[in-house]
């Protein structure tokens, strides 16, 4: 988070080398996206410029064609005496001027959505490619990133948009006030002169907006996610237990309150700004047509001088007042396009060797060599000083309460991070030294805080192994050893059933999703992992904590069988399911201080016997001394304050009283 407090407190209004950095990148894109609808667009735009000072003076010489015939001053001499020329010639540039705004416009369109699908490509393969999820944890960079996912697609179309309107704006007053000086010089300083004060107010105005808007964001942020909770499922659960309804409407009540009282004072800020303005921008072209037309009368003037002076005034002023609401949008587009291209610069959170070494099957063994590790550079150590091996082909499994650091070292075995200090090893190799999507490729994994996909049970499954994603006979296989065939096969439309907790399409399309049990969705994260079967290493982080005894003793017999000759790390609080491992790990706060097979363990008396000890007593029923009122059970037991890990946690993370789970066969 830090410095965003401090950014906070003003605009970060770019400079000029951002201003134009971020132009060239926007047309850079938008010459990517649509190379032949940027020229057409831009040319388009500059006829657009030249064809209002091309219909003023043609109608001025008109007008004095039909006044003084062939001897009208100025008109080029295959017009003059020409009105019909001169009519042709005018209608021809006025149905061009209305054809080109509806041509500007689609063109825009199509610019825009070129422009978004391959902005919306990049910023996503961008965050695709960042490697680890260091980035995705730190909440200065998640708020860059929500601010470029909202704005990415719109702000490089803006500031083509808003460039190219500068410039057709840019063309219109350089050519009506060139009609202006021919006629008076002495009326076109004026004219520009008066339309000065509001261009400079506009652009004050302007700036304060967007200094409000950028204080606001935070509130507006704030604003969105009440809104959210009020309509989410899981929170809405809790906000009608707990009847937290209205405290969260009122927060969401005093934010928009807050944004709206910064609006208003803007508003009225504008509004006071803009009555004298007005007066002047009246004023002026009154004045000016006052004298024009005496002069007229006099003789000094044309009636054509007077309309192409009437025009010309009128053009100028809606063309400034045009520009200062193009660089007003320009201005919050080039704000915006500062997030996209934040992100875009963002470097990787896991550094890849330019030529990293390729990840060989698993010979050997893993192996943690003295890892240190912790979050942030000012946060607690998670891990300290661990060194640990995994021979190939065996199975290990982590034990220890919560917090002790169990699924942040599963985390740095597929580098998801790095260790702070220390390293992980493959056969030998420093993991740093091989690229994260080659190492992840020989690893299967089933985390504790799983995804649970709105898609059909059959993607949810071959996700696991996209390239096997039409290979019925194995996702069926994976489901079975998963146990969810049962389930899955009896769904309306088997394995092609959509899952969903959010869309919904009507009543008679197949589309709209049937909702799955918390233990469902489990049995399908573990077939996800069981899809790719046949890697080196398979991690299992608290596999069956949401699963009925039945499917849990599946699941656990199912992976006993796969482990046998697999790699495997399991994770997990029910110590019953984890006593047939090769080797069990203690971990206490991040250091290890028990290793070895289940009997030696019970045998030291330390941890781990106390553990099992204690879920013994809970499988057991009220034994004499079983869990109540003893020392600080809460804490002791590995599931007494397991709940809420992750979204998924407390689900019957134990099943106490239950007399069929594998914990209970084992102890007893
Ligand atoms: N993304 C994160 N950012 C900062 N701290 C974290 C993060 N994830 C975990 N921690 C902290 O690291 C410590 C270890 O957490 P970890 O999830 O590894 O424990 P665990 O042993 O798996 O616990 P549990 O049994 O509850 O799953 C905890 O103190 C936790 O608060």
């Known amino acids: 988070m830090g ?71 100025g008109v080029p001499g295959a017009l003059a005496g020409e009105p019909v020329r001169v009519v042709v010639l005018l209608g021809v540039c006025t149905l061009s001027t209305a054809l080109s705004g509806h041509l500007v416009t689609y063109l825009g369109g199509r610019i825009r959505r070129e422009v978004g699908l391959l902005v919306q490509q990049r910023l996503y393969a961008k965050v695709d490619g960042l490697g680890g999820l260091r980035r995705f944890e730190d909440p200065a960079f998640l708020d860059r990133l929500r601010l470029a996912q909202t704005s990415a697609s719109s702000a490089p179309e803006e500031i083509i948009e808003s460039l190219f309107g500068i410039v057709t704006t840019a063309l219109m007053i350089a050519g009506l006030l060139g ?99 007005a007066l002047l921008g009246a004023l002026v072209p009154a004045g000016g047509l006052v004298w024009m037309v005496g002069a007229a009368v006099r003789g000094d003037f044309t009636i054509g001088d007077v309309s192409a002076f009437v025009a010309a005034v009128a053009g100028v002023q809606s063309a400034l007042t045009g520009t200062v609401e193009t660089l007003s949008r320009a ?19 896991l550094p890849v060797p330019r030529f990293p070494r390729p990840v060989g099957p698993l010979r050997t063994a893993v192996r943690l ?13 998670v891990l300290r000083g661990v060194s640990l091996t995994i021979p190939a082909g065996r199975s290990l499994a982590l034990v220890g309460l919560n917090g002790a650091g169990k699924s942040s070292l599963v985390k740095l075995l597929c580098r998801m991070y790095d260790p702070t200090r220390g390293r992980v090893l493959w056969d030998g190799e420093d993991i740093r030294e091989t690229d994260p999507r080659e190492l992840r490729a020989r690893m299967s994994a089933v985390f504790q805080d799983f ?45 092609d059933t959509m899952l969903s907790r959010e869309f919904y399409q009507g009543e008679a399309d197949e589309e709209s999703g049937v909702t799955l049990s918390g233990g469902q969705w489990q049995r399908l994260a573990v077939a996800r992992a069981l899809m790719r079967r046949g890697r080196d290493l398979l991690i299992v982080d608290e596999p069956t904590s949401g699963l009925d005894p ?25 110590l019953g399911a984890i006593r047939g491992v090769d080797r069990i790990v203690v971990l206490q706060d991040g250091r290890i201080t028990e290793e070895g097979r289940h009997a030696e363990l019970m045998a030291l008396g330390g941890e781990y016997a106390r553990l099992f000890a204690l879920q013994a007593e809970g499988y057991t029923g009220p034994g004499e001394d079983a869990g109540n009122g003893g020392t600080g059970n809460e804490d002791a037991g590995p599931e007494g304050a397991g709940d809420g890990d992750g979204g998924h946690g407390g689900t019957g993370r134990d099943l106490p009283g239950t007399a069929s789970g594998p914990a209970v066969e084992a102890i007893a």
């Open 550 to 574: 039945q499917a849990e003793r599946e699941v656990h017999d199912r992976l006993r069988a796969l482990r046998n000759g697999t790699t495997t790390v399991l994770v997990s609080h029910r």
């Open 331 to 349: 201005y919050q587009a080039l704000l915006l396009m500062g997030h996209y291209d934040d992100v875009m610069d963002t470097p990787p959170d």
């Open 451 to 495: 995804m649970a996909y709105d898609l059909s049970v059959r993607e949810n499954i071959a996700i696991g192994a996209l390239e096997h994603a039409d290979d019925t006979g194995r996702i069926r296989e994976a489901a079975r050893d998963a146990g969810a065939d049962g389930f899955a096969a009896d769904l309306p439309s088997g394995y």
């Open 369 to 381: 060599e003295d890892v240190w590790f912790r979050y942030t550079d000012d946060g607690p150590w």
């Open 179 to 277: 009609i202006l000086v021919t006629i008076s010089p002495v009326v076109t300083a004026v004219t520009v002169l008066a339309a000065l004060p509001a261009l400079f107010v506009q652009l004050s105005l302007n700036r304060s907006r967007a200094g409000m808007m950028w204080r606001m964001s935070p509130r507006l942020r704030r604003q969105v996610f009440y809104r959210a909770l009020m309509v989410n499922p899981a929170a809405i659960k809790e906000a009608r237990l707990f009847g937290a309804g209205g405290f969260l409407l009122d927060r969401m009540g005093r934010e928009t309150a807050e944004v709206n009282r910064a609006e208003e004072r803007v508003d009225r800020r504008t509004v006071a700004a803009h009555a004298p303005l």
């Open 3 to 73: 410095g965003s407090g401090a950014d906070r407190a003003r605009p970060q209004g770019p400079g000029p080398r951002a201003v134009f950095a971020r132009t060239r990148r926007s047309l850079e894109i938008a010459w990517r996206a649509a190379p032949a609808t940027l020229t057409a667009y831009g040319l388009l735009n500059v006829a657009a410029g030249l064809l209002p000072a091309a219909v003023t003076l043609l109608t001025k010489w008109l007008l004095d064609t039909l006044q003084f015939g062939a001897q009208a001053p």
